[in-house]
């Protein structure tokens, strides 16, 4: 069995490659010599993850978020359109939040990347996560740790955001739940509340 | 047993009515939440599902491309499958083409299943009408978006038996698909529900044939599949909201009463029956709204085309029915020369008064009351009176504000619940807890944490002193799909009664005394199990009394309660950008006692947020009756840009017959919305708005068929 990504895998059956029959892999196929296998290029990285040097032999292919999710068992982070349209795969990357489904994993080389399980010091959750369980802001939860990367940046860079700010730095996170309203009142909340350490202050690698 | 004295000490904990924070929340903000997609077995394979190109054909071949290792693939068709595949050629992409008939692709009419409604008689009293309305409203298909993709994962073994864990709202639903597909007794199929990123309804019957596919290539290869759908192929192939066109003419009196409604109620059940005659059911039973009217007649068809199956989507044709009727009341009430308040406060329906179907309403109705104060909340009759000579002076900004009063009824309708016999259990654990045992799957909506409550409430304990089980048929007894408002209505009371029940097995035991500790509830519990080996109490739905219903006759109790609404909306509309946008909306309901306010009040919130995208965003775009505009870019759907503040009311009156007095809330929020922004755009712009989605270039074509020669 070669090694396949889903990803590669939906890629050929979406071109229609695959058919869906009891006809046994027929003789359409005895004739031809078998594909060369195909090597994807592979690159040595290191890189920061939720403040630990790790380094990954990374397929060149792979995004960032296959590596988190698939490579690291990062699984906090999720997948809801692999297209960078719904926001769920949010992470940080040196502070600033990106999707990381469209954001290849070789790219973030020597750089620094913060999911959701970074978020809270052992049990002590983040403020904002604390802020977030006080709002009841999750419902369905599979938009919830890129909202939560979404606000963090927002909280780094603007430590007492109003409503307003809170609801721009959250669109691009879709949350069908539509509990926006609750995120932000979470996010409001978080930073009104003086115990957001500052960015700097954490120690975390950036 | 004295339920009632219970009820006395359990108020000295009191949980219900707590904002409990939600149950699962720190493992949603941990990343610790384990979805379907996070499951990873050894040798796990992915699987995938080809699809006909075409919406109508006959399959006649299966080509291989060259070039692709054959061998290595695993694949599955109809012919593989060792039970039951009863899943039942020009294409019908039209209500008005299958109604037509002219290619017949079901029975002999086009028609899945129809509804007949009549009380008094219609056709009599036209004649003696001070006016008639007649109007014609219709809305479109509705993708549930769910953020997590649908998913499964499949596992089967050489004895025969089949185990798939996903993401899912009814795992009976599922085990009872893969019994039939494999030809296998029930105790060989296993279904596990994992953490589920919303439904909507999208999650109810389509994971039954993702299962299918799954277990399918888990058993021929031999090795666990992994089949997840990407989000093109979860818009393109899974079910929708349905599509629906409602014909009205009503009748009222000189004095402003209703004296006939006759309502034609059709919707577009695409190319197989699946859910269409029980969505039909409900949105025809919701077509006459909160009133009365002694002469109704309510035509409801489902029709076939070729289109995608529509299926369950929150509210369940009601939204689509209440959309036509809330619209079209506004129209009568200006006809009949009355205010929307005024019209609809001579009609709506009181206790005693009898409706569409034939049910005697028992419980007290507030309409008058909800409606009072949702216009004082909303500052309506100032504001309509402000937006009037504002308009006037503004050419391109116009302000407007409308309502719906509507009602939702709880549960499976009529005998469905009877039908089901929904059963629940609470046990005792060895770590002293105590868990509820149920198939109704936490999906974001709250299960978890308002099960918890009430079964804390019931037993004297606190909320953490309470585990629900992980929704797993090898574990939790069938409590019924997770649909129809039912949840905490319905399964919500029987653990409230299997914990009484639980309760008194322990003070008939002489382990329990009336008043105690958590400490001393823990160690009766640990005695009983020393003495009996275990402590698990069972519950199963019986129906409450006096609620009857005929199947043959379709009349009587439809539900056995209803939650009753009445929304406002303030809307600005644009006449450069034809972009109309909600500023304020008002949420005022009575769904009985709230159990927990936070979560109810997220859940009118979030239905809320759905009905302004179907409203006047999302607009699924047909080509040869395909989806083509199935990405998240192109299917607009509202951010935390597009909503307004929604301002969350409730008027309590506790419904004898759910736990703690709660009645269904999660579909009701869906049906108000759009009719209340409609009626708000038709008052800024003097328009008839009357086919949803709004989106602006509909509302420039309204516009233009208005003003032939332009402003």
Known sequence: MSELSRREFLGTTAAGIVGSSAIPAPDVVANQSPPAPVSAPRTAIRLIVNGRERDVEVEDRWTLAEMLRDHLQLTGTKVGCDRGECGACTVLLDGAPIYSCSYLAVWAASRSVETVEGLAAGAQLHPVQQAFIDHDAPQGGFCTSGQLMSAKALLAATPRPTADQARAALTGNLCRCSNYNHYVEAVVAAGASSSIVPESGRGDGQ | ?711
Not at chain 2, 130 to 150: F, K, R, S
Not at chain 2, 182 to 211: C, D, L, W
Not at chain 2, 685 to 705: I, Q, S, Y
């Open chain 2, 1 to 711: 047993m004295n339920y009632k004295e219970y009820n006395l000490i359990v108020m000295v904990v009191s949980t219900i009515g707590q904002p409990v924070p939600r149950k699962e929340g720190r493992a949603k903000l941990t990343g610790q939440a384990r979805y379907i997609d996070d499951l990873v077995l050894p040798g796990m394979l992915h699987g995938a599902t080809v699809r006909s190109p075409v919406a109508r054909g006959l399959l006649r071949a299966i080509h291989y491309a060259p070039g692709v290792p054959w061998p290595e693939f695993t694949i599955v068709s109809a012919h593989d499958i060792p039970g039951a595949n009863c899943v039942t050629l020009p294409p019908v992409f039209s209500m008005d083409a299958a109604l037509a008939r002219t290619e017949v692709i079901w029975g002999d009419d086009n028609v899945f299943k129809q509804y007949l409604v009549t009380r008094g008689n219609v056709d009599a009293v036209w004649t003696e009408a001070h006016v008639i309305v007649d109007g014609e409203y219709e809305t479109g298909a509705q993708e549930q978006l769910y953020i997590e993709p649908q998913g499964m994962v499949a596992l089967t073994d050489a004895q025969g038996a089949v185990t798939v864990w996903g993401s899912m709202q009814c795992p009976f639903y599922i085990h009872k698909a893969l019994a039939a597909l494999f030809n296998v007794p029930a105790a060989k199929v296993r279904v596990v529900q994992m953490e589920t990123g919303g439904g909507f309804g999208g999650k109810e019957e389509y994971p039954s044939i993702i299962a299918g596919h799954a277990a399918l290539l888990a058993w021929k290869s031999g090795r666990p599949v992994k089949l997840v759908y990407d989000r093109a192929e979860d818009m393109v192939a899974t079910t929708k909201r349905h599509p629906s066109r409602t014909r009205h003419r009503t009748a009222v009196s000189r004095d402003g009463r209703l004296l006939a409604m006759d309502i034609e109620f059709t919707i577009d059940g695409g190319a197989y029956c699946t859910l269409s005659p029980v969505v039909l059911s409900r949105g025809t039973i919701h077509a006459a709204g909160p009133y009365f009217c002694p002469n109704i007649r309510i035509r409801g068809r489902a029709v076939a085309t070729n289109m995608p199956p529509h299926g369950a989507f929150r509210g369940f044709g009601a939204p689509q029915s209440i959309f036509a009727l809330e619209r079209h009341m506004d129209r009568v009430a200006a006809a009949a020369g009355l205010t929307p308040d005024e019209f609809r406060r001579r009609n709506f329906i009181q206790t005693g008064q009898t409706s569409a179907v034939g049910q005697v309403m028992k419980e007290p109705i507030a309409m008058e009351r909800l409606l009072d104060r949702a216009l004082v909340l909303s500052d309506y009759h100032a504001k309509r009176s402000r937006f009037a000579d504002a308009n006037r002076h503004s050419t391109r900004i116009k302000r407007g504000i409308g309502f719906a009063t509507f009602m939702h009824g709880a549960g499976f309708t009529g005998s469905g619940e009877q039908h089901l016999a929904s059963v629940v259990a609470v046990e005792a654990l060895s770590n002293g807890r105590v868990r509820v045992l149920a198939a109704s799957a936490e999906i974001g909506q709250g299960t978890n944490t308002i099960f918890a409550q009430i079964a804390a409430e019931a037993l004297g304990l606190e909320c953490d002193d309470v585990e629900v089980a992980q929704p797993d048929t090898a574990t939790v007894p069938d409590s019924g799909p997770t649909v129809a408002s039912r949840t905490c209505m319905v399964v919500g009371k029987l653990i409230e009664t299997a914990s009484l029940d639980f309760r008194h097995r322990l003070e008939t035991a002489g382990l329990l005394t009336s008043r105690y500790t958590p400490a001393e509830f823990r160690a009766a519990c640990a005695a009983y199990r020393a003495r009996h080996g275990d402590l698990r109490i069972a519950a199963q739905y019986r129906p409450p009394e006096g609620l009857r219903w005929d199947d043959q006759r379709y009349e009587g109790d439809a539900y056995g309660a209803y939650a009753w609404a009445v929304y406002v909306a303030e809307v600005t509309v644009d006449l450069d950008t034809f972009q109309t946008q909600v500023d304020d909306f008002v949420a005022v309901q009575e769904v009985g006692r709230v159990i927990n306010p936070p979560l109810a009040t997220g859940q009118i919130e979030g239905g809320v947020a759905q009905a302004i995208g179907w409203a006047l965003f999302e607009d699924i775009v047909w080509r040869d009756g395909r989806m083509v505009n199935a990405q998240m870019t192109n299917y607009i759907m509202p951010t935390s840009m597009d909503l307004p503040p929604i301002r969350v009311f409730f008027e309590e009156a506790p419904y004898p017959n759910g736990p703690g007095g709660a009645k269904g809330i999660g579909e009701l929020p869906m049906d108000g919305p759009a009719p209340a922004i409609f009626n708000a755009v038709a008052n800024a712009t003097g328009l008839n708005p009357a086919h949803l989605p709004l989106t602006p270039e509909a509302l420039m074509e309204l516009m233009e068929k208005a003003e032939p020669d332009g402003p």
